[in-house]
């Protein structure tokens, strides 16, 4: 039993595991962020078209 401790608290198996689970959450996170920031830009642009439209005389 004292081995399998040892052993265990030698593993770096888990740390890889934990390390990869971190670097996707962070991945998932900028992507959330960069399209509420491309959403958010989008839908100004739009707005700001149809206002320069709606102002324009065929």
């Known amino acids: 039993m004292l081995n399998f ?3 265990f608290n030698k ?4 740390a890889v595991t ?3 689970v971190v670097l996707t959450a ?3 996170g900028l992507a959330v962020a960069a399209y509420s920031s ?7 642009l ?7 439209m709606a102002t ?3």
């Open 5 to 7: 401790i040892k052993n």
């Open 11 to 14: 593993s770096e198996a888990g």
């Open 18 to 20: 934990v390390d990869w």
């Open 26 to 28: 962070a991945v998932v």
């Open 38 to 44: 491309i959403e958010s830009g989008a839908s100004d």
């Open 46 to 52: 739009t707005a700001a078209t149809n206002t320069f």
């Open 56 to 58: 324009q005389n065929p």
